[in-house]
């Protein structure tokens, strides 16, 4: 390896992870918001042959049913995004409470809180959302609902750790002798104090979110046809890749770009907030228990 | 030690009894009777009640879950609802195709990772460690059955057409009569794990690279092939045992995607078949061992951990 290659990628490194991140996933937002409304054709509308290869009328063809391929990529996005929001912050707000509650009260409240999530994480958590649906049914807000509950436990954990750590802070001891309301010491003392891993929750769990929702959608437990679905899609397109790559590939790789995107932006923004923070030991992740699974693992800081 | 592993394993247990627990009470409670269902809507009143009676739906809900349970447990988990199979017969070959899967993934991706990380390690901040660690990066974001399809996309169908976009096996016969239908699948399961075990060996061996003890052998004039191998590589795969075992109890979900994006005939596939077709034998049983699989290989990790923590093998530990 000569030199300038390596500087080359120094260079390009140099780049802030976090700003390339915010651009992926804002083209990602808009191709799936603004999408809808500046959609060419009809997204159910049968416009030609099936697997047509891209032309000017139709830039990346048509699909199994000879449907514009682009009109379906920017109809198919606004649902999977609303569904991993919604089910992001459920399952980040609902972690949070307990794992807040469980940090500040301690004792048989913690152990109660803590032991229920040991026993939600040692399930598949996948396998039993599938065995959910299987029984109820593809419906959205089932989906949206599982994906919450998958992340709650995991952040319970992570904010039990953060809030431990604030509530053996002078200052917490300080309102606690002057014998403030608990509610109020977890509103103005607490919750400031633990929004670097509020941030980074939020963000990496939107990764995994749109991860899990798109997947499911994908085996065909998400949006139903002939709605337009970036999940739905690559599964009833897959059939054609040999004639037409383009209804798969346009899909994945916006879902793709989400999920990077999304994960280089929180992780940048987590060495933003953890460099500029009162406390460097209040750092994001840093008791992220091996119990959360591999996705964890993800701001392992290979860009640093 | 010997009581936290008894603790974890008895917590392991229980936590299967639960999910067994959860399996059999979200199949029954839910609408739709098991016996309309294999005999169709036209049914008479009669022949529903002699497959009630066969089913052991006319008994009481513990009575069946210990009967279900029981036979699960014996290698009995009834018939399948769809064709009237011996539920055993059907799911255990998928389970040697998906294993089959597993265990080659590990075979390549154990090495290359570890090999990848002792690389990366051995000169940090150089152009392969970037390198690598970006693509790392990347691989870790990717969802698995991007991955796949990704994979499918440029070996199968469009770029270069080398290999099959999809695993058929022929009814009966084994994986390895067309061995090139498995690339596709453990290449895709290899860079799913990669990433992770990677960036674990790559960071345990650039602290012990750094270490007073491997710094005393370099000035002994250790070679510096000895001193990766010998001296720091036992030390950093010691911790990664657990990752190693955390990576694939994360499989148990994720081969379920894979195999559906290659038709792969394993567990995972049948799973989402089973569910289309409201199967609920065959998604009983195997939900109960994809969670085995899971709650095992979490214990795994968590032996693992107390065994190759000096502090915690001695008994220290409060928190299971």
């Not at chain 1, 120094?10 to 937002?29: D, H, N, Q």
């Not at chain 2, 005999?39 to 513990?62: N, S, V, Y």
């Amino acid at each position: 390896m000569s030199r300038p290659l390596s500087g080359v990628v120094a260079r390009m490194l140099r780049l802030r992870s976090g700003g390339v991140g915010l651009v992926l996933v804002l083209v990602v937002v808009l191709t799936a918001f603004v999408g809808p409304f500046v959609a060419p054709h009809s997204s159910t509308a049968f416009v030609g042959m099936a697997f047509a290869h891209p032309s000017p009328r139709y830039p990346f063809g048509t699909d199994v049913l000879g449907r514009d391929t682009l009109s379906r990529v920017l109809s198919g996005g606004w649902r999977i995004l609303v569904m991993s929001m919604v089910a992001t912050v459920l399952g980040v707000s609902t972690g949070a409470m307990f794992g807040i509650t469980a940090g500040y009260s301690k004792g048989v409240t913690d152990d109660a809180i803590m032991r229920t999530a040991d026993v939600l994480m040692a399930f598949p958590q996948l396998i039993l959302a599938l065995l959910f649906i299987s029984l109820i049914g593809p419906k959205l807000w089932l989906v949206t609902v599982l994906v919450g509950a998958i992340h709650a436990p995991q952040v319970a954990r992570v904010f039990r750790g953060a809030t431990l750590r604030v509530a053996a802070e002078d200052f917490v001891r300080h309102a606690e002798s002057l014998g403030i309301a608990t509610w109020r010491i977890v509103l103005r003392e607490i919750l400031p104090n633990v929004t670097t891993p509020l941030m980074v929750e939020l963000g990496l769990r939107l990764a995994y979110s749109v991860t899990l929702i798109a997947g499911l959608s994908f085996l065909g437990f998400g949006v139903q046809p002939p709605t337009a679905d970036w999940g739905s899609m690559i599964n009833e397109n897959r059939i054609g890749l040999m004639a037409s790559p383009w209804p798969v590939l346009i899909p994945i790789l916006l879902i793709a770009l989400m999920t990077i995107g999304m994960n280089l932006l929180t992780d940048d923004l987590a060495r933003l907030m953890q460099g500029r923070g009162r406390r460097a030991d209040t750092a994001p992740l840093d008791d992220a228990p091996s119990a959360a699974g591999p996705e964890m693992m993800v701001t392992g800081g290979a860009l640093r | 030690m010997r009581r936290l592993i008894a603790r974890r394993l008895l917590f392991g247990l229980l936590t299967l009894f639960l999910v067994s627990v959860v399996i059999f009470a979200a199949t029954e409670i839910l609408p739709g009777n098991a016996a309309r269902a294999v005999l169709g809507r036209d049914a008479t009143q009669a022949a529903l009640t002699a497959m009630e009676k066969k089913l052991h739906l006319d008994r009481p809900l513990t009575t069946q879950y210990a009967l279900w349970l029981g036979g699960v447990l014996t290698g009995n988990p009834g018939t399948s609802l769809v064709n009237g199979e011996n539920v055993m017969a059907e799911v255990m070959p998928r389970v040697k195709n998906s294993l089959t899967l597993l265990v080659l993934a590990g075979v390549f991706g154990l090495p290359l990772s570890v090999l990848a990380g002792i690389l990366a390690a051995s000169r940090p901040g150089g152009v392969f460690d970037n390198g690598v660690s970006v693509t790392a990066l990347g691989l870790a974001a990717t969802p698995e059955f991007v991955v796949g399809l990704l994979t499918i996309i440029v070996f199968a169908t469009s770029v270069f057409r080398w290999l099959p976009p999809v695993s058929l096996v022929a009814p009966g016969s084994s994986v390895f009569a067309r061995p090139e239908i498995l690339v596709l699948p453990v290449l895709t399961l290899v860079l799913v794990i990669f990433p992770y075990l990677f960036r674990m060996i790559r960071g345990s061996m650039v602290e012990i690279l750094q270490s007073d003890y491997v710094e005393m052998a370099r000035l002994k004039g250790v070679s510096s092939t000895r001193i990766i191998f010998v001296h720091a590589l036992p030390n950093a795969v010691a911790p990664s045992i657990q990752v190693m075992a955390l990576t694939f109890a994360y499989l148990a979900g994720g081969v379920v995607l894979v195999e559906y994006v290659f038709a792969y005939p394993g567990i995972g596939q049948s799973l989402v078949y089973a569910i289309f077709a409201r199967d609920v034998p065959v998604i009983q049983f195997e939900v109960v061992l994809l969670s085995a699989f899971y709650v095992g290989l979490n214990i795994l990790a968590d032996v693992a951990t107390v065994l190759v923590t000096p502090k915690l093998r001695a008994g220290a530990w409060q928190t299971p």
